[in-house]
């Protein structure tokens, strides 16, 4: 399966400013990611999209080609994945055709493994699912979560009106970690990574650190 892998880094970071490059262990963000991306031996080409000179030198040794990532595209109101079909729709060298696309966040990411790629990729080239993300367990049980309307609680589920705060009453919920993968013609008829059959990998605590802050940075430290 001729496959297509992106690593999204805008130059741009507010709470964490050159957060992409921001040293963890003393290695740049991105390379932890890249770095593991390449090493798959899973793709035909990886490419780094930024707007960034000082972001693409940080892994151009790896061998990965560059997307010079639209103005527009790199705002703090930019998503990633109007980005990424940026990356599908608009290069020539694009123009080779694929049968699948994957991209993977730096930030979101930064220690996920190679199995765990290995993983997606071998659900997705059995063709029973149209894409394949990165998920990780929620710590935080989201039945117990509130709004504040000025000073008023107001709970957003039934749990604490109805008193079910066991364990017994409480789901566990999944987000995104980092890893997304779906194939070429799927994602550009649908623009989106979960309107199909999408399946899981999930990725364990340890490996599912996001970097937002510079604590975020001292505690995936610590995990180091």
């Given at each position: 399966?001729?496959?297509?892998?992106?690593?999204?880094?805008?130059?741009?970071?507010?709470?964490?400013?050159?957060?992409?490059?921001?040293?963890?262990n003393?290695?740049?963000?991105?390379?932890w990611?890249?770095?593991?991306?390449?090493?798959?031996?899973?793709?035909?080409k990886?490419?780094?999209?930024?707007?960034?000179?000082?972001?693409?030198?940080?892994?151009?040794?790896?061998?990965?080609k560059?997307?010079?990532r639209?103005?527009?595209?790199?705002?703090?109101?930019?998503?990633?994945l109007?980005?990424?079909?940026?990356?599908?729709?608009?290069?020539?060298?694009v123009?080779?055709?694929?049968?699948?696309?994957?991209?993977?966040l730096?930030?979101?990411?930064p220690?996920?493994?190679?199995?765990?790629?290995?993983?997606?990729?071998?659900?997705?080239?059995?063709?029973?699912?149209?894409?394949?993300?990165g998920?990780?367990?929620?710590?935080e049980?989201?039945?117990?979560?509130?709004?504040?309307?000025?000073?008023?609680?107001?709970?957003i589920?039934?749990?604490?009106?109805?008193?079910?705060?066991?364990s017994?009453?409480?789901?566990?919920?999944?987000?995104?970690?980092?890893?997304?993968?779906?194939?070429?013609?799927?994602?550009?008829?649908?623009?989106?990574?979960?309107?199909?059959?999408?399946?899981?990998?999930i990725?364990?605590?340890e490996?599912?650190?996001d970097?937002?802050?510079?604590?975020?940075?001292?505690?995936?430290?610590?995990?180091?």
């Amino acid at each position: 399966m001729k496959t297509l892998a992106v690593i999204p880094a805008r130059g741009g970071s507010t709470r964490l400013k050159d957060k992409n490059i921001h040293p963890l262990n003393d290695k740049p963000l991105i390379r932890w990611i890249t770095e593991t991306v390449v090493k798959t031996n899973l793709f035909e080409k990886v490419v780094v999209s930024t707007d960034s000179d000082k972001i693409f030198n940080t892994v151009s040794d790896l061998g990965v080609k560059r997307h010079n990532r639209p103005d527009e595209h790199a705002t703090t109101k930019a998503t990633v994945l109007d980005a990424m079909l940026d990356v599908m729709e608009c290069h020539g060298w694009v123009r080779e055709k694929y049968d699948a696309f994957a991209y993977f966040l730096p930030t979101h990411c930064p220690f996920v493994s190679e199995s765990d790629i290995k993983k997606a990729f071998e659900i997705l080239s059995n063709k029973k699912c149209d894409s394949v993300v990165g998920v990780a367990k929620m710590p935080e049980a989201i039945q117990l979560s509130c709004i504040m309307n000025d000073d008023n609680v107001v709970p957003i589920f039934d749990n604490l009106t109805c008193g079910m705060t066991n364990s017994k009453y409480i789901k566990e919920y999944y987000k995104p970690a980092g890893i997304y993968m779906g194939f070429w013609e799927y994602l550009l008829r649908n623009r989106n990574f979960f309107k199909g059959v999408t399946k899981g990998v999930i990725i364990p605590p340890e490996r599912s650190v996001d970097i937002n802050t510079i604590q975020d940075i001292k505690y995936a430290e610590s995990l180091v």
